[in-house]
């Protein structure tokens, strides 16, 4: 301080705290980042988001998704993507709120919904859409979570961006050809049934200069 002045400008000191604002806590090393690999748990259901080259009989007649209680199988894997090439860049933090993409590692196609009835429970249908990781509009959901990001130890939401529903599990559970897997639907309502947690996958370094991308 000279004479009771502060020796920065108060323009700087404004800068400072809209910077502050605008920008939240950095991201911790288990914020969920764009390009990683991973399996979602349904918390309330215990099951991993799960999906398979068998379509459904009714409805879309597109790709099945379910839920399935083996934590080793390949075909749960999901990659997050933005909504858009480009809007989601390899390594940097998952906000909350954020649009994203979950593409089928090993089939290309997206998660996605539309106005079908699920099979079992007459919620509205989940499918996997889409060749080599490019399906439509009806592929993006938005994130809900707490705070600044999304965070591996955190319960989610996925909330789809077209129909507004989201993504649950309920229990019901299917027969041949895929007996015991449990059905994954879109629910209208916030509950219990449509929280997910980030568990097993190759996690890319949560870093906000997207040049660094090492796995962890």
Request: glycine share 12%.
């Amino acid at each position: 301080m000279r004479g009771g002045r502060s020796l920065f400008p108060r323009p700087l000191l404004l800068l400072g705290l809209l910077w502050g604002l605008c920008h939240g806590r950095e991201p911790s090393p288990g914020a969920v980042t764009c390009g990683s690999v991973l399996k979602l748990l349904n918390t309330r259901h215990s099951v991993r988001l799960h999906s398979h080259e068998v379509k459904y009989g009714s409805g879309s007649g597109q790709q099945s998704v379910t839920g399935v209680e083996a934590s080793d199988d390949a075909n749960s894997y999901w990659r997050i993507r933005g909504k858009s090439d480009g809007s989601c860049q390899r390594g940097t933090p998952v906000k909350c709120g954020q649009a994203i993409r979950l593409t089928h590692v090993n089939t290309g196609k997206n998660l996605h919904t539309h106005h079908f009835p699920s099979p079992l429970s007459n919620n509205q249908e989940v499918s996997a859409f889409g060749d080599d990781g490019e399906g439509d509009d009806l592929d993006i959901w938005l994130v809900q979570c707490s705070g600044t990001y999304w965070e591996r130890e955190d319960a989610v939401r996925f909330k789809h961006v077209g129909t507004e529903v989201f993504l649950s599990i309920t229990g019901e559970q299917y027969g041949h050809p895929i007996r015991g897997q449990r059905e994954v639907h879109g629910m209208p309502t916030a509950n219990h049934h449509n929280y997910w947690k980030a568990m097993e996958g190759i996690f890319i370094k949560p870093s906000m200069d997207p040049a660094k991308h090492d796995e962890l």
